[in-house]
Every structure is written in C-alpha cells, then in structure tokens.
C-alpha cells in the first residue's frame, strides 16, 4: 500500500527558529518520488521540491533544506530562520509508477510568530 | 501565465443539485487530476486523466463523473450534490502522470452543499 504521514497536525515557532517538518512514507515500489508542496492562506497549492527514490542525496535552497532516508523512509523538511512568510500548509506527498497516483499527507499547518 | 485555471471559486448548492466545475490548462500537460481537501483529510485524488481520451477513477470517485473534453480540459461533476461533498477542489495537470512530474494546481473551489 501506498501511504504518507504527516504526524505533526501544527506547529508553532517564534520568528528566526528553525523547524522540522517530518515525513514518512511507504511503498514497495522501488522507483518513487517525493514530494513537498506548500498551500499559503491564499489557498493556492505551490510546489517546492520533487525527488526521486535513486537519489539519497540531501538538498538546500536557500532556506530550505530537505533529508531523504530511505533507511527509515522518511523525507524530512527544514526550514531555517523561519519568516512569517513560511506560515502555511505543507504537504509530503508519493509519486508511486503503481497507480499512476500521487499520495498526499494529510499536513502540517506551520504557524511562524513575529 | 495563466497555469490552471479552474471556475468556479466559490459555489454553494441545494442537496441534490447538480452542477460541473471546470479546469481548463495551457501548459499543453498530458495527465490532469481533481482532488478534494477537506480538514484533517489532505489530498484525496476523485478522478484523473493519464492522457486524452482517458479517464481513471482515484480514492474518492462516488458521485462525481468526468470529462476530458480535449487535451486542455477537464471537468468534474456532481451529478446530485449532497452535503458530504461540501469541501475544497482542485484541479491540477501535469506533464505526464507515469513518470510522476510535478503538480501544477488550480487555485481551488469551494464548494458548500446545503
């Protein structure tokens, strides 16, 4: 089965922390992708990183720094001196080849306090 | 650039009225998806389209229906809306649903059912 989890509902963090934002997946695809996408209080859903399960390496831009372990299948989000501007919705989601589907947490709900 | 756009944003039916929300894309993406949100849920994928011409039902699919109307467009359905459909919409493409490229989202529909 196909599955994502978000475990943290919300979070809160005061203005220049930094904060985890963890997810977890499982398939038993081989080939997989992972995904982060943010939904401002706009609403609108906006994408920020896409990799692929051959690629363990971890990422930054420029804030934002992501970890993939397939060892504990997890695809973590960091942000780094938090903005206010980073108060949003944001989801994990599995691009799994079984299905043609995308699998989407359920979210975490970052709130950063000025 | 438009991206997706998707009509209406906001709607509000009687129990048992029927009406279809439209998406229409201009990225030329082949595969296009509708997903609903709704609290604590995430992204729950009702119908997608792989490539014109075909359709495919997701997680969520009962009472709605779907038309692939050409390469750019995709509409939903809610043949006899009921309140258990009162919940966020969106469409979203993407270039090719086999090889998991990333999402473009529509800015989303919200639709209450009475």
């Known amino acids: 089965a196909q599955k994502v989890t978000q475990a943290q509902t919300e979070i809160s963090v005061v203005e220049k922390e930094d904060v985890t934002l963890d997810c977890v997946y499982e398939?038993?695809?081989?080939?997989?992708?992972l995904f982060w996408y943010k939904q401002p209080p706009s609403g609108e859903l906006v994408f920020l990183i896409r990799r692929n399960s051959f690629d363990e390496q971890n990422e930054i831009s420029g804030r934002y720094s992501w970890n993939f372990q397939k060892s504990t299948s997890s695809f973590n989000f960091t942000i780094t001196a938090s903005q206010v501007v980073d108060s949003a919705v944001y989801f994990c989601a599995l691009g799994a080849n079984t299905g043609n589907q995308f699998y989407f947490g359920t979210g975490t709900s970052l709130t950063v306090i000025p | 650039n438009a991206g997706v756009t998707q009509t209406p944003k906001f709607q509000v039916l009687k129990t048992g009225q029927s009406m279809t929300l439209q998406c229409a894309q201009d990225?030329?993406?082949?595969?296009m998806y509708w997903y609903r949100q709704d609290p604590g849920m995430g992204l729950r994928l009702i119908y997608y389209?792989?490539?014109?011409?075909?359709?495919d039902k997701g997680e969520v699919p009962n009472g709605y229906n779907v038309s692939r109307l050409n390469k750019r467009e995709f509409s939903l359905r809610l043949e006899s809306a009921a309140p258990s459909q009162t919940s966020v919409y969106f469409c979203?493409?993407?270039?090719?649903?086999?090889?998991?490229?990333?999402?473009?989202f529509g800015s989303g529909t919200q639709l209450s059912v009475l």
């Open positions: 979203a493409s993407s270039e090719a649903s086999w090889e998991n490229e990333k999402l473009f």
């Open positions: 990225m030329n993406h082949n595969s």
């Open positions: 398939t038993r695809d081989t080939t997989y992708y």
């Open positions: 389209s792989a490539s014109e011409g075909t359709t």
